[in-house]
């Protein structure tokens, strides 16, 4: 059985499909995602669609529980990207939330899981969908949480979230910088992270979708180039810019705009810089610039 084991499509379809379509070219039986499917890109609908018909299995990310919860700590950029992803949720699927398919689907979808003999999570096994595994926090003198989190597992595990693909073979020692088709021969029995990167948003400097095979504990990450300006195009024709201008008058106060909106918005943080396009925004974040 080979598993593609993909993380943090966020919406930005070209990247989805492209690695879609290598994960197949390179023989995949199953499409697993550790979550954040959504969230920052234009095209949610479609990347829910996908991840509903083509993954056996699918985590919960932040931003999926941000859509049922709300955003609390989230920076005003990304709540208002969950605020409008919604939006779109509720014009699909109809907005009785009782009944539509799509916010039932994300609220079913679990923090932590298994497929095959390997565990899986959006991040850090002590708060999947909030914290994070780094690899500042590998060293001769480990962060105490990291040290907790290699406690919790007893074999292979597969996380995401960073967004920047990493092994980590024990607290004292992670791989970064992987190149692709890099192949490690692992056992599913080893207590080692893999963090498989982001499809949607790479956070390394490869301006590439990065996913991991997983074959008998041998794990090969892969690292597929997009079409950049397909997904630039979307954010463009996706009205986003339109969307938020009637809250601009507010966008420097998140708190009202929280309780404008009935509450989806939580942040505490504001804009880093409060008078740019949320549109040029998320395309830098696109290209690994932000």
Known sequence: MIYAVTSDWHANLPAVRATLEDARKEGADRIICLGDVLGYGPKPIECLDLAMQECSLVTSGNHERAIIDGTNGFNIYAALMILWTREQILKKGGHDEN?????????????MDCFGEYFCAHGALTHPTDHYITPEQFGNSPDPTLVENFNMVNGLTFIGHLHIPFIGFSPKYCECSIKHDRVFELNASDRIFVNVGSVGQARDGSHA?????????????????????????DYRSSGINEWVKQYEAIGHNPGVLAKLTGGILGSKKGPTNPHRDLEDYLIERINGIS
């Open 209 to 233: 979708a990065t996913y991991a095979l997983v074959e008998n504990g041998r794990v090969r990450l892969r690292r597929v180039r997009y079409d950049h300006e397909a997904a630039k195009d």
């Open 99 to 111: 009944d539509n398919p799509y916010l039932k689907y994300i609220s079913e979808l679990h923090t």
